[in-house]
């Protein structure tokens, strides 16, 4: 992900000398609504300096693991009541749609991105809005009689804990017993943060959801090979930032004479079905995994 733009803004020295650039606090919308009113697209919210040709590759991926986990744990979407919190460019309501979902609620703090799902999903009907999924959301209806509610790749960019809290507790609150949440972050075996990412352990997300009435279910990756590999160290991270520095490496080139989306599709394209495979053969990758927790009782 790209980090937030830097103000020109300054601090004038205590006694003379340069004065220093100011970095303005992250703030969520304003950050959102820029870079998808600068770029609408699966490469303006997918991994930056890789392409648009290979984030639709990557998200192609996404799509398929996603549908193995709802097979593998009998989630059913048709005729079911659906929460998302971030939807973004709509990636995921093109498949709540396509697999029949009876209704969909969904919040995303970029005017820009709720103004194009409601134009895109206008016959069906569903709840789209701008929203700030970290503080308690308007969900009408749909609050308890959720059969899944998702966050994907969208609570590492909730770098105040109250706001992650606050994200859970929008997950629980929408979901009937029996229901499921499914998340996609990294779940790391280290925090760390960076800018508008903030990445969580596992342990951290186990506590949280347990506490909310959830029994994690399943954490499988989502990713090996097609996206950055934060969860690692001593020489499996080299190993692993290395092969990410190779997988980007074609597009970067080919930025050069103007071919970076032609060189940058292929990698995606020669990638797919070996990540696939990966996802299935690795127990704990070293990217962003897959979550599905299932709600046992009301909190």
């Known amino acids: 992900m790209n980090a937030p733009n830097a103000s020109n803004a300054t601090n004038a020295p205590a006694s003379g000398g340069k004065p220093e650039k100011v970095r303005p606090a992250y703030d969520p919308s304003a950050y959102w609504n820029e870079r998808l009113n600068k770029d609408f697209s699966l490469a303006g919210v997918g991994h930056s300096g890789v392409g648009l040709r290979f984030n639709q590759w990557a998200y192609r991926a996404r799509r398929r693991v996603l549908l193995r986990t709802l097979k593998n744990h009998n989630i059913e979407i048709q005729s079911a009541k659906i929460l998302e919190l971030g939807f973004g460019t709509g990636f995921y309501l093109d498949l709540w749609r396509a697999l029949g979902a009876a209704h969909v609620t969904g919040f995303d703090i970029a005017q820009v991105a709720a103004e194009a799902a409601k134009g895109r999903f206008a016959d069906q009907n569903w709840a789209l809005a701008v929203g700030d999924i970290g503080k308690p959301l308007p969900m009408g209806d749909a609050k308890g009689a959720c059969r899944v509610a998702t966050a994907f790749d969208v609570l590492f960019h909730l770098v105040d804990d109250a706001d992650w809290n606050g994200a859970l507790d929008n997950l629980a609150a929408s979901l009937c017993d029996g229901g499921h949440a499914i998340v996609f972050d990294k779940f790391q075996q280290k925090a760390s943060a960076l800018s508008h990412v903030k990445r ?20 499988r990756p989502l990713f090996v090979l097609m996206n950055s590999p934060t ?11 290395t092969l990410w520095s190779l997988v980007k490496l074609p597009y970067k080139l080919g930025k050069i004479v103007g071919l970076g989306e032609v060189f940058g599709g292929l990698t995606g394209a020669l990638l797919y079905w070996p990540e696939l495979a990966l996802t299935r053969l690795v127990r704990n990758g070293p990217s962003t995994k897959v979550l599905v927790a299932r709600k046992v009782r009301g909190s």
Do not use: C, N
């Open 200 to 219: 969580r352990t596992l342990e951290e997300y186990e506590a949280a959801l347990v506490a909310r009435g959830f029994e994690v279910r399943s954490i």
């Open 231 to 241: 969860d690692r160290a001593g020489l499996s991270k080299v190993f692993y930032k």
